[in-house]
């Protein structure tokens, strides 16, 4: 009886991927161990690692090859939607991604569904400003900056700056 209980409570420990998450103090996120695959969160960080990728070619100005590496990116961050629906994170890429593609209603609406599960999420909050700036909705924009304002944080100084400039 006691080799099924152990058994038993193992079984929900491991797929529980939240026992295993960690807590990051400097970003304030919740992070899962390097290693530790869950179905589809690797497909998460496939995307993950593909943005980065995406991001060192934009930055050489390698604009092509940004857009292979967006392109697959945004792919990843489907499947990995689909799989685990309302993740916040998620939404948070695939409205970064759109952005890099020139998908701004889809950007858009990734931002607003993210937000509507956390209204206070620094980096769409951030995005978000951005995109309603550079859309030539600063009025929008400024609303994004007023919610960030107390956070002490790079989205905030980085918002302000493109819309004081």
């Known amino acids: 009886m006691l080799k099924k ?41 496939k995307g993950v690692k593909l943005t980065k990728s995406g991001e060192k070619f934009e930055k050489k100005n390698k604009i092509k090859k940004a857009k292979k590496k967006y392109e697959k990116a945004l792919d990843y961050f489907l ?11 998620i939404l948070s890429y695939l409205g970064f991604i ?17 937000l509507s599960i956390d209204p206070e999420h620094l980096e769409i909050n951030g995005h978000l ?4 700036f550079r859309s030539n909705r600063i009025d929008l924009a400024n609303e994004r900056l007023k919610i960030l304002e107390n956070c002490n944080c790079i989205q905030y100084t980085f918002l302000k700056e493109i819309i004081t400039q």
């Open 129 to 132: 400003g951005e995109l309603y």
């Open 98 to 114: 759109s952005t890099k593609l020139g998908n701004i209603n889809n950007a858009e609406m990734y931002y607003l569904l993210g």
């Open 5 to 45: 209980i152990i058994f038993i409570f193992l079984l929900i420990l491991i797929s529980n991927t939240k026992l295993f998450a960690e807590w990051n103090l400097e970003s304030g996120k919740i992070s899962m161990p390097k290693n530790y695959d869950v179905g589809n969160l690797s497909k998460f960080k």
């Open 79 to 89: 499947i990995a939607n689909k799989e685990r629906q309302g993740d916040v994170e």
